[in-house]
């Protein structure tokens, strides 16, 4: 219980000490004209409440990841705890906050124009590519996820393929409505409901009759059955992703960019909306094993074959009555249907970015749009579970991009740069070393791989240190 006290402590201290330290390092002007105002045109750059806009971003980046991500990352032992809360702290939030400030600076800009403006014209084609690929994979899992848990609750005729169908139109309006429509109604009610269903469960936790198992005294190590082909470095890091750092929520801090009153506001919504899900993550993560007894009991059950579904809808049936079960349907159905609809929407705004091409007209965003649906659907026929594991690598490769973007945009600006250097370089030795060592990469030996993913890290820095900060014609600039 003591473990999960302090990283809670930390956890809040964080947003309050650190994001204020973040803050100060960018600038933020509550005189600066926002892109809501200036480009307001009644579908994307429209002002919206402070509170619908954090809840809006909160669920946008948390979906199924803190809950399912925390259940399954836990797997790896105590070590989890500290990656949640410090990965939150020091590179999930900074990541998400000054993507979503130098959006705003750029007129809610997309990602890979923001990442194109730093690290080059052919780095910003890659990120364009990229992440056009990552909004697809996020739509196509998560109409697929849902799909399955609606079916094996309705009537035999409404079955997988119904549910599919069924949630890909809801997915196209989503994408070509106003934001206020749909996103703007549906959003804050579902945000709230999955931050409720996390109070509860901290509030057993911490006033019931329950005792949660951290481990912690008996060391870090990896409490996974299979910890030789599942090391905890860097299979962790990729596991535990929206409870942590996500290279997916700097793809949808631009829609909020483009919605945020006062740049002022950047820290509470962007930073304020990563801590409630790293939050929501350490919750989860102690609630599975506190409510299975343990890693070896939390592992025997997800091998019986119930899975995290079924643990979060037990729990919330044990802990929380009848009420508890009707957020944990909202959880694990609504929750990926939430983050499904604004990646396709992401992807609408990325092409329309790079297209520069006028979204006011309902026919212009179905122009777009049509094309970004049918590669959707056809990736939907591919097997989930490869889906599945690209999707990971591939969210946590576009952080590595991300953060040396950001680093590169506050050398640039005199700032100090080191806050997202170090979480950028570490980030590029975990991804580089899970694609040489795991089975969908190059499945190498793990000591050849974790020697490449530093060697990787210290040549990107060496790159940026040569290029971008001794380089005789680097000149600061402004705003």
């Not at 100060?24 to 429209?46: A, E, F, L, S, W």
């Not at 060697?455 to 820095?461: D, E, P, T, Y």
Request: charged residues 10%; contains cysteine; glycine residues 10%.
């Amino acid at each position: 219980m003591t473990t999960f006290l302090v990283a809670v402590v930390v956890l809040v201290a964080g947003y309050f000490v650190y994001g204020m330290l973040v803050e100060r390092v960018i600038g933020c002007d509550p005189k600066r004209q926002m892109p809501c105002y200036t480009r307001q045109d009644g579908v994307d750059y429209m002002p919206l409440p402070v509170w619908k806009v954090f809840l809006i971003q909160f669920l946008n980046i948390a979906g199924l990841g803190p809950i399912f991500g925390a259940i399954m990352g836990i797997m790896f032992g105590p070590a989890a705890f500290l990656w949640i809360v410090l990965g939150t702290v020091f590179a999930g939030a900074v990541h998400d906050f000054l993507s979503g400030v130098i959006s705003v600076r750029r007129d809610g800009a997309s990602l890979p124009e923001i990442v194109g403006n730093e690290l080059g014209g052919g780095v910003k084609q890659l990120m364009r590519v990229f992440s056009l690929l990552l909004m697809v994979l996020v739509g196509a899992v998560f109409v697929l996820t849902p799909a399955g848990l609606i079916a094996g609750m309705t009537p035999e005729w409404m079955d997988t393929r119904f549910w599919i169908f069924a949630i890909f139109l809801y997915y196209m309006l989503a994408t070509v409505l106003p934001i206020d429509k749909l996103i703007g109604n549906i959003y804050p009610v579902f945000g709230f409901a999955l931050l409720f269903m996390a109070a509860g469960i901290m509030c057993v936790l911490i006033f019931g009759d329950v005792t949660i198992p951290d481990g912690l005294s008996e060391g870090l190590y990896n409490r996974r059955a299979d910890a030789g082909s599942m090391p905890l470095f860097p299979m962790m890091f990729v596991s535990i992703a929206c409870g942590a750092i996500s290279g997916f929520h700097a793809t949808q801090s631009p829609m909020m960019a483009r919605c945020l009153k006062n740049e002022r506001l950047a820290r509470p919504v962007f930073y304020g909306a990563m801590v409630a899900e790293g939050l929501v993550a350490l919750i989860w993560a102690a609630a599975a094993i506190a409510f299975t007894g343990g890693y070896g009991q939390l592992g025997e059950y997800l091998s019986a074959g119930g899975g995290a579904g079924a643990l979060v809808h037990d729990i919330s049936i044990s802990w929380l009555g009848a009420f508890g079960g009707v957020l944990a349907i909202l959880g694990v159905i609504a929750a990926p249907i939430t983050t499904g609809d604004t990646a396709l929407r992401s992807a609408r705004l990325i092409a329309a970015d790079f297209m520069r091409y006028d979204q006011r007209t309902i026919v212009r965003r179905l122009i777009v749009s049509i094309p970004i649906f049918a590669i959707t659907f056809f990736i939907m026929q591919m097997d989930f579970e490869i889906l599945w594991r690209y999707f990971a690598w591939c969210n946590q490769a576009l952080s590595v991009f991300t953060l040396w973007a950001i680093t590169v945009y506050l050398a640039r600006h005199g700032k100090i740069y080191w806050i997202t250097m170090i979480p950028a370089m570490f980030m590029t030795c975990v991804c580089m070393t899970y694609i040489l060592f795991a089975p969908e990469g190059f499945h190498l030996d793990y000591s050849l791989s974790v020697g490449a993913g530093l060697v990787s890290a210290l040549l990107v820095c060496v790159w940026f240190m040569r290029k971008v900060v001794y380089s005789k014609s680097f000149n600061i600039v402004e705003d």
